[in-house]
């Protein structure tokens, strides 16, 4: 079931709890959790609806601007499909976040390893999981086509693979690209892989960007922003001019700043250095 960014926000939010989709039959079940760039998102309804039954109510909690506006909507693709209203809400965060986070321990890695293994002698493609962790390790946020062009691969089949690895929280999806998570690192340093210091991209120190969209996160690292931190040293308007940056990459920075303590250069409050917010009494 896709979700746009800005309903998932909003699902996460709880300003929106129920989405309506135009299918042959239900794609989801009740109970089904998916895993979105927000967390995860539970389905807690399932029902067949009447177009002619919709309300004005249902359109608010679809995040829809009016009744006419929903009803628009489902009838623009697939008008001959019955509709589908489907209760939503938040679960919780991706357990994934805080198992890519946490260094395996002996027992743990032995365990990894042997699932990469498997992986390897299952695939038609011969062994792939170790040298698709090391490209990803030198060559962190570049695009997909080109980490699975250096193997020479299809994409599609690469991010396919990629995924498996996430599953097991070795690496990260990012905007644009992947990296190499704390949990993947120690796998490849277990095994005695070479990951030479000038290969590797060392992270900047502080609060990495949150998910803002691929234009707008490769105008900020072409400024060279690649933490909330340096986004704090920018005014509202210099991020907002940069092209790729539109309201919902705004919005999430924002939103990740004000969780962070932090603001735009030019808010009201903010420090002019550091974009901190100062307290006033």
């Known amino acids: 079931m896709q979700m ?33 760039a927000v967390g995860l998102i539970e ?32 009838d623009r693709l697939h008008p001959e499909r019955p509709v589908y209203r489907i209760g939503l809400r938040y679960a919780g965060v991706d357990p994934r976040h805080a198992l890519r986070e946490s260094v395996p321990d002996a027992a743990e890695i032995d365990a990894i390893v042997a699932a990469l293994d498997r992986l390897d002698r299952a695939s038609p493609i011969g062994p792939w999981t170790r040298a698709t962790l ?13 980490l699975a062009q250096r193997l020479g691969r299809d994409t599609p089949s690469f991010k396919q693979d990629v995924r498996k690895l996430k599953e097991r929280g070795l690496t990260e999806s990012l ?4 990296r190499l998570s704390p949990r993947g690192a120690a796998v490849l340093d277990h095994e005695g892989h070479p990951r030479p210091a000038r290969a590797r ?34 005014s509202e308007g210099e991020v907002q001019a940069l092209h790729g940056v539109g309201p919902y990459a705004l919005r999430h920075l924002r939103a990740a700043m004000d969780a962070a303590g932090l603001t735009f250069r030019d808010d009201p409050g903010a420090s002019p250095q550091t974009g901190v917010t100062t307290e006033t009494s």
């Open 201 to 234: 991209s060392v992270p900047e120190p502080g609060i990495p960007l949150p998910h803002i969209g691929a234009a707008a996160t490769r105008a900020l690292t072409a400024r060279g922003v690649v933490r909330l931190e340096q986004v704090a040293g920018l």
């Open 4 to 36: 746009r960014p800005a309903e998932l926000a909003a699902i996460r939010a709880g300003d929106v709890d129920v989405a309506f989709r135009r299918w042959e039959r239900p794609r989801v079940r009740v109970g089904t959790r998916m895993r979105t």
């Open 43 to 74: 389905v807690t309804s399932v029902d067949r609806v009447a177009v002619s039954s919709l309300s004005s109510a249902d359109a608010r909690r679809a995040g829809a601007a009016s009744l006419a506006a929903l009803r628009q909507g489902l």
């Open 134 to 146: 090391l490209l990803i390790d030198e060559l962190p946020a570049t695009r997909a086509p080109d």
């Open 175 to 178: 905007d644009i690209g992947y």
